[in-house]
């Protein structure tokens, strides 16, 4: 005789375990003469084995254990009946009690290896990871058991296809952000249910990136982008209001003459300094802020910062970029220090730096395609060959070596240390 069992397979019909249902049922009664004889458990489990074969088919559990109770019951011992249906409830928990449990218990306990080496982004062993993991199990075990097709539901376990972020399936969120921060910055946003107004200077400006970065982050999944460019307007935000506490600074001391040139050379050049401080310290508080950070999901925020100068309409904001730009490689080339002081390169935010025009070097025309420090970049022809300096062997070539084409104006050299496109 075959059973089919609850996954649906088939199995051979086993009177023993019957046998044992009872027996544990009848041994929990606290009363002795409730508690049946070895003979009186045989005899309920002969009327249910003949029951069974008089089916002439395959009989599931369930079936199994309605004849059970229905015997016991048929035979008076009704508060038996009761403790065997609570062990039968309390068996399905245990049956539903699926690889979730064990799984969160693990990740409470610090125990899931899988967990540990699943995303370098994030520290398991913190609180908040833990309530992400947590959530991101339970989303697992309800999107494969109800939201899911089953036949998708196979095809992910055969690894016949992939269903990605089943961990956030449940909530009515998105992923990967291209973050609008051109409108923020310019027109204003709210953080929670903070009016935030235009920034009066670059350094805001930055602080309220990181911000708004940091609540993308807690309310997606994935990764998201923002572009420097959005930034670049407010240095000269900061330019004008560095010159005019310069002024005010001047006015105090009887120092202000504005119909002098020598005077105007030396607060332009009092500016350039501050100002050149200021983009510093912008930078530094982005990069600072965006590896430290931690989200409601228990991890800094997965960032990238988009570069690219043609994106500016006007040659003044272009240059501007330029600088934030070139302050962006100076702090990626320094590193950031770890826990031991030993300079790093941060893993955000990732920086997307567009390289897209000729440049002429030692007559020969040829594409940027890497930088070595700040003061020097390959550069490949168009048969992707690595130019090299005359009558050297090296790859390196000096940035002060290039020159822009005369029909491209999308190139700009602003310095001899710096080079950008």
């Known amino acids: 005789m075959k059973v089919i069992k609850r996954d649906g397979r088939e199995a051979e019909f086993n009177e023993k375990k019957i046998y044992n249902a009872i027996k544990k049922a009848s041994d929990a009664m606290k009363k002795t003469d409730e508690k049946l004889s070895d003979e009186k458990i045989r005899d309920i489990l002969d009327y249910v084995v003949y029951k069974c074969q008089k089916m002439n088919r395959a009989i599931n559990v369930e079936e199994i254990q309605d004849l059970v109770e229905t015997q016991l019951m048929a035979s008076g011992n009704f508060e038996l009946a009761k403790k065997y249906v609570k062990y039968r409830y309390k068996r399905q928990l245990a049956r539903k009690a699926n690889s979730t449990d064990d799984i969160i218990i693990s990740l409470v306990n610090m125990e899931n290896e899988e967990a540990k080496q699943e995303n370098s982004n994030k520290n398991p062993i913190i609180a908040s990871t833990q309530r992400d993991?947590?959530?991101?199990?339970?989303?697992r075990d309800l999107t494969t058991r109800l939201l899911l097709p089953k036949d998708v539901v196979e095809e992910h376990k055969s690894g016949a296809a992939h269903f990605h972020d089943s961990d956030y399936f449940i909530q009515r969120i998105h992923n990967c952000d291209l973050i609008n921060l051109e409108d923020m910055l310019e027109n204003g946003t709210v953080i929670t249910g903070t009016q935030i107004s235009r920034p009066h200077s670059l350094r805001t400006a930055s602080n309220i990136t990181t911000q708004i970065i940091a609540q993308v982050s807690s309310n997606q999944y994935g990764g998201q982008t923002f572009s420097l460019a959005?930034?670049?307007?407010?240095?000269?935000?900061?330019?004008?209001?560095?010159r005019k506490e310069i002024e005010e600074e001047d006015k105090m001391n009887d120092e202000y003459t504005p119909s002098d040139t020598e005077y105007t050379e030396k607060v332009e050049r009092k500016v350039k300094v501050r100002l050149k401080r200021e983009i510093r310290d912008a930078i530094q508080t982005i990069q600072y802020q965006l590896v430290t950070l931690m989200t409601t999901n228990g991890q800094a925020p997965f960032v990238s910062m988009f570069m690219y100068l043609n994106e500016t309409e006007d040659e003044r904001t272009k240059k501007d970029l330029a600088l934030l730009i070139e302050e962006v490689f100076k702090q990626r080339i320094e590193g950031l220090p770890n826990e031991k002081g030993v300079p790093v390169t941060p893993a955000f935010p990732k920086l997307l730096y567009v390289l897209d025009d000729k440049v002429k070097v030692f007559g020969q025309n040829g594409w940027v395609f890497g930088f070595s420090g700040t003061s020097s970049v390959y550069v490949k022809n168009r048969d992707h060959e690595y130019l090299t300096v005359p009558g050297k062997s090296h790859k390196l070539i000096p940035i002060k070596q290039l020159s822009v084409r005369t029909h491209c104006n999308n190139w700009a050299v602003y310095n001899t240390e710096t080079i950008l496109c």
């Open 133 to 139: 993991y947590i959530a991101g199990e339970v989303s």
């Open 230 to 242: 959005h930034l670049a307007p407010f240095v000269d935000v900061s330019r004008r209001k560095i």
